[in-house]
């Protein structure tokens, strides 16, 4: 997929494009699914971050043994909502890839849909910068943390 020029109107039915034709066919394995999409700040919010919400719906094809989600399964899907998270940042889809991200595992998720809130905390000209917060959708509490560094090219 070619760089978009970067516009106002580029929303969460263009950011589900994206992820149906620009991610490898085992990310599309994972059925994930975009629930929100903040691309446009609201007037009242100072300390407001661009971003995105994604679901990851439970599998057991994801679990490992003893029924928990694994954490390849669940690195993958951080790493897949900042790219989405920096389409929002950058209104439109950029090449980009990812140069570093660290896990916190907080604690295990089983029997679970996954929550990915992903948010730029600061978009340069050539890197971004994020984090995301894995939360099971069961009880909303965190499962992980995760920062990560993207070099866009």
Same mark, same amino acid.
């Given at each position: 997929?070619?760089?978009?020029?970067?516009?106002?109107?580029?929303?969460?039915?263009?950011?589900?494009?994206?992820?149906?034709?620009?991610?490898?066919?085992?990310?599309? =394995?994972? #059925?994930?699914?975009?629930? %929100?999409?903040?691309?446009?700040?609201?007037?009242?919010?100072?300390?407001?971050?661009?971003?995105?919400?994604?679901?990851?719906?439970?599998?057991?094809r994801l679990c490992r043994n003893g029924g928990t989600v694994s954490g390849q399964a669940l690195?993958?899907?951080?790493?897949?909502?900042?790219?989405?998270? #920096?389409?929002?940042?950058?209104?439109?889809?950029?090449?980009?890839?990812?140069?570093?991200?660290?896990?916190?595992?907080? %604690?295990?998720?089983?029997?679970? =849909?996954?929550?990915? =809130?992903?948010?730029?905390?600061?978009?340069?000209?050539?890197?971004?910068?994020? %984090?995301?917060?894995?939360?099971?959708?069961? =009880? #909303?509490?965190?499962?992980?943390?995760?920062?990560?560094?993207?070099?866009?090219?």
């Open positions: 997929m070619q760089q978009q020029p970067q516009t106002a109107e580029f929303g969460i039915t263009e950011a589900r494009r994206v992820l149906g034709e620009v991610f490898a066919p085992w990310v599309m =394995d994972l #059925n994930l699914s975009i629930e %929100r999409f903040d691309a446009t700040p609201p007037a009242d919010a100072a300390d407001w971050q661009p971003g995105a919400v994604l679901r990851l719906p439970f599998s057991e690195m993958a899907f951080a790493d897949t909502a900042m790219v989405i998270a #920096n389409l929002a940042a950058n209104r439109g889809y950029r090449p980009m890839t990812t140069v570093d991200q660290t896990t916190h595992f907080m %604690r295990a998720v089983a029997g679970s =849909d996954v929550l990915a =809130d992903a948010r730029v905390v600061r978009l340069g000209r050539t890197m971004s910068f994020g %984090r995301v917060t894995l939360s099971s959708a069961a =009880d #909303n509490k965190p499962v992980a943390m995760v920062s990560s560094a993207f070099a866009m090219l």
